[in-house]
């Protein structure tokens, strides 16, 4: 008769007096024995039958082996949370590869003069590390990379990181569950693998030329925003600036100040908005922190933490904005369009050739401090004729004007199209660069289809066109984590999103996107630089309706193949918990009144 039973024993010896239990040796080898004769109750044993896991429910039967590639702010998140916060370390190993000779991601490489983060420092922070000294509301890209460092040393995140370790192919391996890797390093190509693979290069990191006929002909200075060339002089230069996106809004401010004469070529009107969360700071375009209101933050984390959540809050509810024919988009976008008038001294021609006719927002709203103004200086031109080719001594436009100039800024843009530039194979042969060819099509920005044990932070239809990108990054951490775990102590070989499954995302997001800004009349990014088509880089609807949808993992909507090509319930071991092994353990813990 069972009784109530405290034991004294160690967690040790209660495990060692179990003879369920094998102690020694390799998990995956822990099985019990095979009966002979192969019977049981008089009846030879059904196929699915496979010997007993000799440890407790849910004991890994080996670790994982998890490389992500790219050591910038999303995988530095996922480090804290492997290391610190579900502490991971038990089941698995982490490898990361870093192409660059540090870490920093989009604020290593991007030094462009100028280069700062649109959103509000104080939540383009790190959520366990907020940062109670930012110089300003709107931080520069130095400074968001100085703070990143420093908080990637105080939580040693970079304690797996290979830096100069460039992924150049991966492919599934369906037999073994594992990704085969090729990493070069230097004139060595690595072999290596490993059974989770994790893209966390960002969705703007393969920088591109535009394509204009003649581009390299150039006989001038010629340089890309995201491979800035900090030796060369711009003083007392003739510049042209390709481009009105976010990089080209903060280089012209900058450049003007030294420039003989800039020239913007600009193909495409667009808005230049508030910052977002500049209620906060009372509609300013900036606003520099007292050493007060730093000492209050320092002092008071309570403080800083409402300071924080009022940003975020703001953040959120302004939503609202980005719904087509809703009142907020209405009085936003007269609201944008006075305030870029005025900006520009009331010009009008100016204004005809600067200010959109489609919603505030469809394309990535953008403060650009300066850039407006720039127009109103007499060494400022605007082209907006398109250009037909590039010459030996500057631009020539359709309207067959050349524009002769000393330097050529491309500040035109990433490949956002979302396909690897390297290959990567899934099931059947399968690369990633062929499956999306005609469209990106993701599992909620994070998997794809045919594509076993992978995740991607900010994939297509991420949540990158409203709120904070910071928390979205850590949410998809946890969202991995979760299968992470469940892929070790489950002894699952793979997992595939299912073909339905993203099929009836891509085509149900679409049609909530057709409600929202981003599908208007711009040509965007977001839509892969065209007018009329998909939007594949924005999550359809608000970031906060992201948390929700990824905030527990769907197995249903994935194919899972388990190690044991018999019995999918091995994981179940000798029927006991490990709780269960722990003298000190509440083994009542379920009996709450």
Partial sequence: MAGIYYSESSADDLLAEDPTIQLNGNPDEADGSTPEPFT?????????????????????????????????????????????????????????????????????????????CDVPAHIYTFPFE????????????????????????KYNLARDVKCSHRVERAEFDEVNGKWKLEVRHGDQVIHDECDVLITATGFLSHWRWPSIPGLHDFKGHLCHSAVWDADFDYADKTIAVIGNGSSAIQIVPQLVEKARHLTNFVRNATYITPGLGSAIISGNSQHVYTEDEKRTFRESPEALKEYRKKIQAGSNRAFDMFVKNSKAQKIGRQATQDMMKSRLNNDEDLAQ???????????????????????????????????????????????????????????????????????????????????????????????????????????????????????????????MCQWIRKMAVEDIKFVVPKDAAVAEFNAYADEVMQTLVWSGGCRSWYKNHRVAGKVTAVWAGSVLAYREMIEAIRPEDFDIVYRSKTNRWRFMGNGRTKLEYDPKADLAFYLEK
């Fill in 40 to 116: 049981r109750y008089g009846q030879p044993l059904p196929k699915d039958w496979i010997p007993l896991y000799r440890k407790p429910m849910r004991t890994p039967r080996r670790r994982l082996r998890v490389v992500t590639i790219g050591a910038g702010i999303s995988a530095m998140g996922l480090a804290y949370k492997i290391q610190h916060e579900r502490k991971l370390e038990d089941i698995m190993d982490h490898t990361v590869y870093e192409a660059n000779a540090d870490i920093g991601g989009t604020w290593l490489v991007n030094c462009y003069p100028g280069v700062a």
């Fill in 130 to 153: 907020p940062n109670p000294d930012w110089s300003a509301y709107y931080a520069s890209g130095g400074e968001i990379l100085a703070y990143f460092k420093r908080t990637v040393a």
């Fill in 353 to 479: 050739r600067l200010i959109p006719d489609w919603e505030v927002g469809c394309r990535r709203a953008t403060p650009g401090p300066g850039y407006l103004e720039s127009y109103t200086r007499d060494n400022v031109s605007l082209v907006s004729e398109s250009i037909d080719r590039i010459e030996p001594t500057g631009i020539r436009t359709v309207d067959g004007v050349l524009h002769e100039v000393d330097a050529i800024v491309c500040a035109t843009g990433f490949d956002v199209s979302h396909r690897p530039p390297w290959p990567l194979i899934g099931l059947n042969g399968l690369s990633l660069s062929d499956a999306w060819k005609d469209e990106p099509a993701s599992y909620l920005s994070l998997a794809a289809a045919q594509f076993p044990n992978f995740f991607m932070f900010s994939g297509p239809n991420a949540p990158v066109g409203h709120g904070s990108l910071m928390a979205g990054l850590g949410w998809s951490a946890d969202w």
